[in-house]
Protein backbone atom coordinates (compact mmCIF):
# COMPACT_ATOMS: atom_id res chain seq x y z
CA UNK A 1 0.00 0.00 0.00
CA UNK A 2 2.98 2.39 0.58
CA UNK A 3 4.22 1.58 -2.76
CA UNK A 4 0.82 3.04 -4.71
CA UNK A 5 1.13 5.95 -2.22
CA UNK A 6 4.73 6.90 -3.38
CA UNK A 7 4.24 6.48 -6.80
CA UNK A 8 0.41 8.05 -6.53
CA UNK A 9 3.01 11.12 -5.06
CA UNK A 10 5.74 10.73 -7.83
CA UNK A 11 2.57 10.77 -10.03
CA UNK A 12 1.28 13.99 -8.58
CA UNK A 13 4.46 15.78 -8.50
CA UNK A 14 5.22 15.26 -12.36
CA UNK A 15 1.74 17.08 -13.46
CA UNK A 16 2.12 19.72 -10.86
CA UNK A 17 5.66 20.19 -12.08
CA UNK A 18 3.86 20.37 -15.98
CA UNK A 19 1.43 22.91 -14.90
CA UNK A 20 4.25 25.00 -12.97
CA UNK A 21 5.77 25.32 -16.19
CA UNK A 22 2.60 26.16 -18.27
CA UNK A 23 2.23 28.99 -15.90
CA UNK A 24 5.57 30.32 -16.39
CA UNK A 25 5.19 30.12 -20.33
CA UNK A 26 1.78 31.74 -20.19
CA UNK A 27 3.28 34.52 -17.40
CA UNK A 28 6.50 35.10 -19.54
CA UNK A 29 8.19 37.17 -16.82
CA UNK A 30 11.99 37.62 -17.28
CA UNK A 31 12.09 37.73 -12.96
CA UNK A 32 10.81 34.21 -12.68
CA UNK A 33 12.54 31.15 -13.04
CA UNK A 34 13.26 29.48 -16.34
CA UNK A 35 10.45 27.12 -17.88
CA UNK A 36 13.37 24.51 -17.89
CA UNK A 37 13.96 24.03 -14.76
CA UNK A 38 10.18 23.06 -14.02
CA UNK A 39 10.03 20.72 -17.02
CA UNK A 40 13.55 19.36 -15.97
CA UNK A 41 11.93 18.10 -12.67
CA UNK A 42 9.21 16.91 -14.61
CA UNK A 43 11.93 14.55 -16.40
CA UNK A 44 13.44 13.63 -13.07
CA UNK A 45 10.41 12.48 -11.35
CA UNK A 46 8.82 10.40 -14.54
CA UNK A 47 12.13 8.55 -14.40
CA UNK A 48 11.85 8.02 -11.23
CA UNK A 49 8.74 6.76 -11.48
CA UNK A 50 9.86 4.31 -14.64
CA UNK A 51 12.82 3.05 -12.73
CA UNK A 52 11.07 2.49 -9.23
CA UNK A 53 8.62 0.67 -11.16
CA UNK A 54 11.34 -1.42 -13.02
CA UNK A 55 13.03 -2.94 -9.60
CA UNK A 56 10.04 -3.20 -7.63
CA UNK A 57 8.85 -5.44 -11.19
CA UNK A 58 12.34 -7.62 -11.09
CA UNK A 59 12.65 -7.51 -7.05
CA UNK A 60 8.78 -9.30 -7.44
CA UNK A 61 6.65 -6.75 -4.71
CA UNK A 62 4.75 -5.89 -8.23
CA UNK A 63 3.71 -8.36 -10.63
CA UNK A 64 1.92 -7.49 -13.38
CA UNK A 65 -1.29 -8.55 -15.17
CA UNK A 66 -2.04 -11.66 -17.19
CA UNK A 67 -2.86 -11.36 -20.58
CA UNK A 68 -6.12 -9.66 -21.10
CA UNK A 69 -6.81 -12.80 -23.76
Known amino acids: MLIKILLIC ?3 LVVFSLF ?3 FIMIKN ?3 S ?3 S ?3 GRRLFFSAAVV ?3 IILL ?3 VITPHPRPY
Do not use: H, I, R, S
Request: hydrophobic share 60%; proline share 5%.
Open 51 to 53: LLL
Open 58 to 60: LAG
Open 20 to 22: QAL
Open 37 to 39: KFL
Open 33 to 35: PKM
Open 10 to 12: LLA
Open 29 to 31: DEN
